[in-house]
T-cell receptor, first 112, second 109 residues
Framework: EADIYQTPRYLVIGTGKKITLECSQT?????MYWYQQDPGMELHLIHY???????EKGDLSSESTVSRIRTEHFPLTLESARPSHTSQYLC???????????FGPGTRLTVT | KNEVEQSPQNLTAQEGEFITINCSYS?????LHWLQQHPGGGIVSLFM???GKKKHGRLIATINIQEKHSSLHITASHPRDSAVYIC???????????FGQGTRLTINP
């Protein structure tokens, strides 16, 4: 059983608001990832981290930012939410020596 | 053309039918994953393959490295198998996964 958590699970918010999506894992994994998935579409990597104080942008350009101050925590922030940010955001983690990724339950974001 | 292509995109079947979902990829890979995503959005890893075949309950996954092709089979399908099944590959030397677009499976009772 993977121990990776995301909050909130669902969020409806107005345009211009600042939001932070939380992701935490209790497995001590050094690698963490954020994916964005539009309905019916494939997952796209938007951010990843190979360890504390290490963050990189993924394949899909995103206006979000991330931080990795603690191993277990990888929050994603949108400074000013827009309707185009409406999507599902999935967090995942993996152990350094493994290719297996464990996924969180996702956050479904709607910006009105 | 995507690096990972799945077929079919949508599949509807009756309970009890044998299901096959296909995944083709265009790059050399170190591992291939089959993932299951239920309507709530959460993703569960079903299999990770680098060669051969794996079986877990009614699910079987195979991979042919030479042909760059993998299949996911479900025997005696059940309505609770209804989900989106996603193929993802990790190419040699890469840390990131590349995902297929998913196959939406619906099993009717």
């Amino acid at each position: 059983e993977a121990d990776i958590y995301q909050t909130p699970r669902y969020l409806v918010i107005g345009t211009g608001k600042k939001i932070t999506l939380e992701c935490s894992q209790t497995m001590g994994h050094d690698k963490m990832y954020w994916y964005q998935q539009d309905p019916g579409m494939e997952l796209h990597l938007i951010h990843y981290s190979y360890g504390v104080n290490s963050t990189e942008k993924g394949d899909l350009s995103s206006e979000s930012t991330v931080s990795r101050i603690r191993t277990e925590h990888f929050p994603l922030t949108l400074e000013s939410a827009r309707p185009s940010h409406t999507s599902q955001y999935l967090c995942a983690s993996s152990d350094g020596g493994s290719v297996e990724q464990y996924f969180g339950p996702g956050t479904r974001l709607t910006v009105t | 053309k995507n690096e990972v292509e799945q077929s079919p995109q949508n599949l509807t079947a009756q309970e009890g039918e044998f299901i096959t979902i296909n995944c083709s990829y265009s790059v050399g890979i170190s591992a291939l994953h089959w993932l299951q995503q239920h309507p709530g959005g959460g993703i569960v890893s079903l299999f990770m393959l680098s060669s051969g075949k794996k079986k877990h309950g009614r699910l079987i996954a195979t991979i042919n490295i030479q042909e760059k092709h993998s299949s996911l089979h479900i025997t005696a399908s059940h309505p609770r198998d209804s989900a989106v099944y996603i193929c993802a590959v990790r190419s040699w030397g890469a840390q990131k996964l590349v995902f297929g677009q998913g196959t939406r499976l619906t099993i009717n009772p």
